[in-house]
């Protein structure tokens, strides 16, 4: 006698409501310039958000802390990149690309 399970209807409806949130988490990229002191280093980067951080004041929020771990001070959010432009980016920010 073979006996095959089926999934109940009501489960798979809240998995794929459960799971809503974490499609609608898209990244947005933040272009930003910190610095160092004692000596004076500068350098500019890409790091990566998730998409309700890609607003100045959120996205100083999130990059302050990450940089301050290394001693980093943010200086300024210069602008937001798609995923599009992302890759013409990565020479500039060199080092700095998606690391903090």
Not at 31 to 37: H, L, Q, T
Request: charged share 20%; with cysteine.
């Amino acid at each position: 006698m073979t006996h095959t399970y089926k999934f109940p209807k009501f489960l798979a409806a809240s998995l794929a409501f459960a799971l809503l949130p974490m499609a609608s988490q898209a990244a947005c990229y933040a272009e930003y310039k910190a610095k160092r002191d004692n000596p004076l280093k500068l350098h500019y980067g890409i790091a990566e958000l998730l998409d309700g951080q890609c607003d100045k004041a959120t996205a100083t929020a999130v990059l302050e802390p990450r940089l301050a771990a290394d001693d980093w001070v943010l200086l300024s959010i210069v602008g937001f990149v798609d995923a599009d432009a992302l890759q013409g980016k990565k020479e500039s920010a060199g080092a700095y690309f998606l690391r903090y």
